[in-house]
């Protein structure tokens, strides 16, 4: 589904009353496998992107005065693009609202434009970023100290989305160049929350378990690296000031 103002909609109404009572035969649609009779048809073929919104767009620039001095329309179909995405989170809409208009693939293409207006990623930022905030990891002390400068906080306001692990959540900058490790838990970007206790208390359950498997299986060195990672785990929620007790054994 994609929202559409009622001026729009009524539009498409009306051009689909149109449509029913033409006699074109459908066109093969290959992504979809069958014949389809489309919508949008400038003398029996598939209406190019030129015909439905450039056209539309100039004689609309035109009617609003947005004409340069060299007679050239000032707003063009990116620029247009660019500014119903801004409109759209300036005005509150959600992250996946504005996937969806603008035909994006990822959450971080549409990122540019949420600017931290969507609810739920406002929480999440909130939750890490403000003061107060209730931290864990070797990363929270600077966040509190208030010692991440201006450039680390726009970054992530905009890539908010990026930055979130299993457990938690990445800090590392673009500038600082790639992780060079997969051990989170232990790295030094690495900042977790509350929020994130349940699925920390029950990855101790699965540590335990990994545990007792290397145990039966021999594995000295496994069962080292699960303990470790456990306590690591433990350690993470008594920061948070959580307890070790699973959900699902309380």
Avoid at 11 to 36: C, E
Avoid at 99 to 108: D, E, I, N, P, Y
Avoid at 178 to 197: G, I, N, Q, R
């Amino acid at each position: 589904m994609v929202p559409l103002h009622e001026e729009a909609a009524d539009a498409i109404h009306t051009v689909l009353a149109i449509r029913k009572g033409q006699p074109d035969r459908a066109i093969y649609d290959a992504d979809l496998g069958h014949p389809v009779r489309y919508l949008f048809l400038q003398h029996g073929r598939l209406a190019s992107s030129d015909y439905l919104f450039v056209g539309g767009l100039t004689i609309a620039s035109a009617a609003a005065g947005l004409i340069g001095p060299d007679g050239s329309g000032r707003v063009n179909p990116h620029r247009f693009r660019h500014t119903l995405g801004t409109e759209l989170g300036e005005k509150g809409a959600r992250l996946q609202t504005i996937m969806k208009v603008l035909g994006h693939q990822s959450a971080g293409m549409s990122m540019t434009y949420v600017n931290m207006t969507d609810p739920t990623v406002l929480a999440d930022y909130a939750s890490i970023l403000t003061p107060g905030a209730v931290l864990a990891g070797p990363q929270a002390e600077a966040i509190r100290n208030g010692q991440l400068g201006d450039d680390a906080v726009n970054w992530l306001k905009t890539n908010f989305l990026k930055t979130e692990l299993e457990l938690g959540r990445c800090l590392r900058l673009p500038q600082e160049g790639p992780c060079e490790c997969d051990l989170y838990l232990s790295c030094s970007k690495f900042v977790t929350t509350p929020a994130y206790a349940d699925r920390l208390r029950d990855r101790v359950v699965v540590e335990e378990e990994l545990i007792a498997d290397a145990k039966e299986r021999g594995r000295t060195r496994e069962v080292e690296r699960h303990q470790r990672i456990r306590e690591r785990i433990i350690d993470l929620l008594t920061e948070l000031d959580q307890p070790v007790t699973p959900r699902n054994c309380r």
